[in-house]
């Protein structure tokens, strides 16, 4: 079959590999009809994040979905046919911290990722097949009505958008700011709509991103107008926002959220860090009493009930899909991602 592989910094490559196979009696085996590029992807694709690359020829990816082709003997709650879609995580249902709800934890797998080269790799889904374990506990069917720009989502950037709002405990009639504007920021904001706020910024200093987020009902902040704290807290009757989203994974997004927001505020963080540790205001923090909360999206938790907001378009995601190629043209999709060239914001993968 045709999978995206990695074969070093700034490259991948649309090859030829072995098609996956059933090993385990609890795995299918999914026909791909759309994979998406990730920003946490483009860690991957720039060696970056420490520790060692990406094996040479592994295939990338761990947003997709697609059709069940084959099911193995122990499968019980999917079937052959059904249309699933899949967290970006690789997590057995059954472990301790699997039945804690911290799926991302899970021991079995040694915190996998789809593509990913933490822990024991499992094949990535930028490809036409992919080997699923833990099947039962691992696929969400997806209803007919819905199209796969706005299923896909759920297996991550939206689950960790709305995780984001979530943590951010935004109560009715809040200000919110949402730094990051690209996919993850966009669905943040997106989710932040659901918990009532009266006002919502979007800080970035791409401008087709931030138009985007001005459709989306957020008032835009330019970085390129100086500092975001200033700008937010001229903004908010020199208050501040009473909640940040923190959507970049950077330390001086983190920075510019904690100085932005105000006292007694909450930032809330879901980039991921490139950074092992980092720097940040401490001091300031602690005397504006601010409540810090982070981590990585457990999103097998969030895919069910998420679905349902989806289906009544509370919730669409698909709206930050600007690319839609076919798989083989991916080295294109993650070049155009990378460069922000040609208003790209998603770029969806067909095979
Ligand atoms: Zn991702
Ligand atoms: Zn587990």
């Known amino acids: 079959m045709k999978a995206i592989t990695f074969h070093g910094v700034s490259d991948v490559r649309a090859t ?23 920003g946490s ?3 991957q694709y720039h060696g970056r994040g420490g520790g060692a690359l990406v094996q040479t020829g592994a295939i990338m990816g761990h947003e997709f979905m697609g059709g069940i082709e084959e099911a193995g003997a122990a499968v019980r709650g999917v079937r052959t046919g059904d249309r699933v879609v899949v967290p970006f995580s690789v997590s057995c249902g059954q472990c301790t911290w699997c039945r804690r709800r911290l799926p991302t934890q899970c021991t079995t797998t040694g915190r996998a990722v789809f593509g990913g080269r933490f822990g024991h790799v499992w094949g990535g889904g930028q490809a036409e097949r992919i080997r699923v374990p833990f099947a039962d506990h691992l696929c969400e069917k ?3 009505e819905l199209s796969d720009d706005d299923a896909l989502f759920l297996g991550d950037i939206l689950s960790t958008g709305y995780v984001c709002a979530e943590n951010g405990g935004i109560r009715p009639g809040d200000t919110v700011a949402v730094f990051g504007a690209g996919p993850v920021g966009l669905l943040a904001l997106q989710s932040a709509q659901l918990f009532g706020p009266a006002r919502v910024f979007a800080v970035d200093r791409v401008d087709y ?3 985007l987020a001005a459709e989306l009902g957020a008032e835009p902040v330019s970085l390129d107008r100086g500092d975001p ?18 959507c970049v994974g950077h330390e001086t997004p983190f920075t510019q959220a904690i100085q932005a927001v105000r006292p007694g505020g909450t930032v809330s963080s879901v980039g991921v860090y490139v950074e092992t540790s980092m ?11 601010l409540t810090l909360k982070m981590g990585i999206c457990n999103a097998r938790n969030y895919m069910t009930p998420l679905l349902p907001l989806v289906q009544r378009k509370k919730l669409q995601p698909a709206r930050i899909v600007t690319h839609t190629l076919p798989l083989k043209d991916a080295p294109r999709g993650y070049a155009i991602f990378d460069a922000k060239q040609d208003r790209a914001i998603k770029v969806m993968l067909k095979p």
């Open 16 to 38: 030829d590999v072995a098609d996956p196979k059933l090993v385990e009696a609890t795995d299918v085996i999914v026909r791909i009809t759309t994979s998406a590029v990730c």
């Open 41 to 43: 992807d483009l860690h």
């Open 142 to 144: 997806v209803p007919a």
């Open 209 to 211: 991103r931030l138009a």
């Open 229 to 246: 704290a200033e700008q937010l807290r001229a903004l908010t009757g020199g208050h501040g926002p009473d909640v940040a989203l923190e």
């Open 279 to 289: 720097g940040f205001p401490a001091r300031e923090a602690f005397f504006k009493g």
